[in-house]
């Protein structure tokens, strides 16, 4: 059995990071949400893409035995360039699993969906 948190980014709070990184747990995950450009639009504003990526990144050199993990939304407009930059963002910072989601509009108050991206386009 592993162990999975999914937490924030802590503000930027690198000894928070290390903190949850050297608790015990398997798996540190922390979802990026979005590709960069779509940052702003997605996320709450104390968030940012460098942020979430350099609390990936300091929880696998606080811990390089920890598996670091992210999810990407997709359906917001955002490119096919763009979640591939994405993902060779997360690479360099020595992300080990991500995973891709349909994103789903709550309620009429949320950001509408741009896009249902169909299972084939990843064949």
């Known amino acids: 059995m592993l162990v999975e948190c ?11 990071v290390k903190t ?22 997605v996320r709450d504003h104390r968030a940012s893409y460098e942020q979430s ?3 990936l990144k300091h929880a696998k ?10 999810s990407l939304m997709l359906g917001l407009g955002e490119t096919d360039d763009e979640v591939i930059q994405a993902m060779i963002d997360m690479r360099e910072n020595n992300v080990d699993v ?21 299972p084939s386009k990843f064949d």
Not at 101 to 111: A, E, F, K, S, V
């Open 6 to 16: 999914l937490v924030s980014d802590f503000a930027g709070n690198l000894d928070s």
């Open 20 to 41: 949850l990184a050297i608790s015990g747990l398997d798996v540190y995950a922390h979802n990026v949400e979005t590709v960069k450009r779509l940052q702003r639009y």
């Open 53 to 55: 990526l350099q609390a």
């Open 61 to 70: 050199l606080f811990n390089p035995k920890l598996f670091t993990k992210t």
């Open 98 to 118: 991500l995973t891709l989601g349909q994103y789903m509009r709550p309620t009429d108050h949320h950001l509408a969906v741009v896009e249902y991206v169909q």
